[in-house]
């Protein structure tokens, strides 16, 4: 957002007096410094009793020097003169610059702890054994919402009024142009084409051949100009309004006024990273808005990757630098010109061209540009540690919609991007195969106590008509992996002597390719993206995937019930799961956690059902 024009100094996160870097932001925030605001009180209390807490620390020059300049001269003026004046005489040039850095940092962290202690005991923040806020901090408390709340609405409404002059301006824009045009150029009204016999007329363009020919009958043709015109305006208004000219992934689901919440809780977080666990703890359950899943999923990434360095250390910096040079140095050792063209590149390429073809998120976001991103992404992660696998095309695709807007801002270097994001994803969040084998076994446990119904009806007709298709599962990952799952589970009791056919067979597979995909392979856009909200709130819990594997198998109970064979089953596993509403799937996943029994959970789904003839199998696919 550009800085206010009045504002006399420019919007930047290094000025004190616009901290989020968002005009009508920091205006909210300037006012609650306005006098007679509830928030001096509480910083003088605040005040007080940090100064009795550093008190012991000021008996020592050197640190008390240190605390001095983050505590500043007007807080060291009014509780410590005398110290203050003593340092005035005082230097660190005894001490290295490294030494001065450690001891900075030792001192910022305990200084951090210290107002968080003084914060306490004042009740700016409720602990253990005080849970209740002082009456300064709830009036200080409720002044800043309803500020916020102002704040909001007359952002919000400038917004609005900043849409409708740039629709009227584009209406007259399309009036403009469409003006000149005559009636002599537009397709099928008095030009040569009008009046040709529908054979010849056949042979023209596709724009030319989409109108019919015009009578000479005044009425009719001018209900034809009138159509054509009224076609084109229309046209050009869509092309205006959907900014056809870019790449279309999928709809908006929220609306500008939460977005405009979003923008302001992603500026909150960057001032105030250590809120994210408590932001994150209040998202569960809701389907997050754009500008917040960017930011939410890219702190997710990075924090698995923070954990394994040290504390204070650029992540992201660190980790840019040496994806970086990983595929620079491969790219010489593999003698390919550049590392979105792999050796690889062919396969990955007609991969990805048929995952957008059969799956039916992917098809419905199917365009040139995202999938020449997917490939060179694909190429590039290959090219970095000889990965790819074609699932990788599949849990790319949520990493695609959740950073569309960095596109145009990174440039070329936004598919290096995906692939540094999806290569974090791979190898420090997602399940391991293992946990994806033992996922299912424990759905079906949990289907066994809670739905024997639906437990039993599964055993029992997928061994019916069970001609599997090999393609649908990844017969290596589950063999290799099928004992290592029993060792985690400790439960020995399956058999060890069952073919590759019976192996397949088995339901169990079906959870374990929607697991393994991250729900991507079955489901439509909205719902994988509500799933994928959901396990970067908490940090790809294998919980969750778990709980999510249970409300589809509760929500197409219906379906499952329905079928009485293998194939009849597939279709459901393989087909069903994108046709269910995105609502039901957030009703049916807090209801899971309210402990609603299963049979109250299936009856969420409100798509009816469908009665299968004998003789259509593949019905319930085309539904």
């Known amino acids: 957002m550009p800085p206010s024009p009045k504002a006399p100094l420019s919007v930047s996160n290094e000025n004190p ?45 050197q640190r008390a020097s240190i605390l001095a300049k983050m505590l500043g001269d007007s807080f060291m003026a009014k509780y410590y003169p005398d110290v203050l004046r003593s340092l005035s005489h005082m230097t660190l040039e005894h001490i290295s610059d490294d030494d001065q850095k450690k001891l900075a940092l030792e001192a910022s962290s305990w200084l951090k702890n210290q107002l968080l202690k003084a914060a306490r005991q004042i009740g700016c923040l409720p602990d253990a054994g005080n849970t209740e806020l002082s009456e300064g901090m709830k009036q200080f408390l409720k002044k800043t919402s309803n500020t916020f709340r102002v704040g909001l609405h007359r952002e919000h409404y400038k917004q609005e009024q900043a849409a409708i002059v740039a629709v009227k301006e584009d209406t007259a824009n399309s009036d403009s142009l469409l003006s000149q045009y005559s009636y002599e150029k537009l397709p099928g009204i008095g030009n040569k084409h009008a009046h040709q016999p529908l054979k010849d007329r056949d042979s ?28 084109i305006k229309t046209e050009r208004v869509r092309a205006t309004i959907y900014n056809l000219d870019k790449k279309p992934l999928h709809p908006s689901m ?33 389907l997050l808005p754009t500008k917040l899943r960017s930011y939410m999923w890219t702190e997710s990434l990075y924090k698995a990757e923070r954990e394994k360095l040290a504390y204070g250390v650029n992540v992201e910096k660190v980790v840019r630098e040496r994806f970086g040079k990983t595929v620079a140095r491969n790219v010489g050792e593999l003698k390919i010109p550049r590392a ?31 999938m020449k991103d997917a490939i060179k992404a694909l190429n590039v992660l290959y090219v970095y540690d000889k990965t790819y696998q074609p699932y990788l095309i599949l849990w790319l695709f949520p990493l695609q919609l959740a950073f569309t807007e960095q596109a145009e801002s990174v440039g070329p270097e936004y598919v290096y991007e995906l692939a540094m994001l999806l290569d974090i994803l791979n190898s420090s969040l997602f399940m391991q195969w293992k946990q994806v084998y033992a996922t299912a076994d424990i759905v079906m446990d949990y289907l066994r106590v809670g739905d ?74 909205p719902s994988i993206l509500f799933i994928w909200d959901q396990l970067f709130l908490q940090d790809w819990s294998s919980t969750v995937l778990q709980d999510f594997t249970l409300v ?6 219906e379906r499952f019930l329905l079928c009485d064979d293998h194939m009849a089953m597939r279709l459901v596993f393989l087909h069903e799961p994108c046709k269910l509403l995105l609502a039901d799937v957030q009703k049916a996943w807090l209801l899971l956690h309210q402990n609603v029994p299963y049979i109250d959970i299936s009856r969420c789904n409100r798509v009816k059902s469908v009665f299968l003839d004998d003789n259509d199998d593949v019905s319930l696919a085309d539904l």
Not at 477 to 496: C, D, G, V
């Open 204 to 231: 023209q363009p596709h724009h030319f051949r989409d109108h019919g020919a015009v009578s000479p009958a005044g009425s009719t043709a001018s209900s034809s100009r009138s159509s054509s015109i009224s076609s």
């Open 17 to 61: 007096l616009y901290p989020f870097a968002s005009v009508w932001l920091d205006s909210c925030y300037q006012e609650t410094l306005l006098p007679g605001m509830p928030w001096h009180v509480i910083n003088e209390e605040l005040c007080d009793a940090l100064a009795i807490l550093v008190r012991k620390q000021m008996s020592q020059m």
């Open 340 to 370: 979105t063209r792999s050796p690889l590149h062919r396969l990955i390429e007609n991969s990805v061209v048929e995952m957008y073809e059969t799956v039916p998120a992917l098809a419905s976001c199917k365009n040139k540009d995202i």
């Open 254 to 286: 929220t609306s500008k006024s939460i977005e405009l919440i979003a923008e302001a809780i992603v500026k909150l977080l960057e001032r105030s990273p250590r809120r994210f666990s408590t932001v994150a703890k209040r998202l569960n359950g809701r």
């Open 552 to 557: 589809l198998m509760l929500l197409l109970r």
């Open 452 to 525: 024997r119904e639906l437990y039993d009806h599964l055993c029992a007709i997928s061994q019916i008509n069970s001609e599997v298709n090999a393609k649908d599962f990844v017969v290596e990952i589950l063999q290799k992996e099928r004992q290592a799952a029993r060792e985690l589970l400790s439960n020995p009791t399956e058999s060890s002597n069952l073919d590759s056919q019976q192996l397949l067979s088995d339901p169990r597979n079906y959870i374990r390719k929607w697991t393994g995909e991250g729900f991507v392979g079955v489901l439509d856009t």
